[in-house]
């Protein structure tokens, strides 16, 4: 027989091990992913701030990762070029250039999506001083 220790304790774990599971799934469809790193943590975070339309909060995150001593390059390119995006769509062309370079300047092969590259804004400054064909 199990005394009320345990099945309390059995209880505690169902129901956490119950959260984990809801938390692996997102209503709105978007996968949800594991993060290796904090810098990891804090592009994904800017790339939600962006897609939500909160630009400054997304700056700070992806200026972090930009900073960060522990940021891969990949992970840079990413802040980057979302960097770039902010820029251009907040009329700074010059910022906007200056970030798709600093991108280009790390990984010289860095090319928009076909979908990046049909935007009306950032799509013609990058075309214009970089005319890579998109991926």
């Known amino acids: 027989m199990l005394d009320r220790g345990r099945v ?3 209880g505690v774990c169902m129901t956490l091990l119950t959260g984990c599971g809801a938390m ?3 209503d709105d469809g978007r996968d949800v992913l594991w993060f290796t790193s904090s810098t990891e943590h804090m592009l994904n975070n800017g790339i939600r701030n962006f897609e939500d339309g909160n630009y400054s909060g997304a700056m700070t ?3 972090g990762v930009v900073d960060s001593k522990d940021a891969t ?3 840079k390119v990413e802040s980057y070029k979302y960097l770039a995006f902010i820029h251009c769509i907040s009329d700074r062309e010059k ?3 200056d970030s ?3 991108a280009l300047e790390i990984e ?3 090319t928009l999506t076909p979908a990046e590259a049909g935007h ?3 799509g013609s400054v990058f075309y214009n001083m970089n005319s890579k064909p998109a991926k």
């Open 100 to 102: 798709f370079k600093k």
């Open 108 to 110: 010289p092969e860095f």
């Open 61 to 63: 995150l992806f200026q």
């Open 120 to 122: 009306p804004v950032w």
């Open 95 to 97: 910022l906007c250039r």
């Open 73 to 75: 390059n990949a992970l």
């Open 8 to 10: 309390f304790l059995i």
């Open 24 to 26: 692996l799934s997102c």
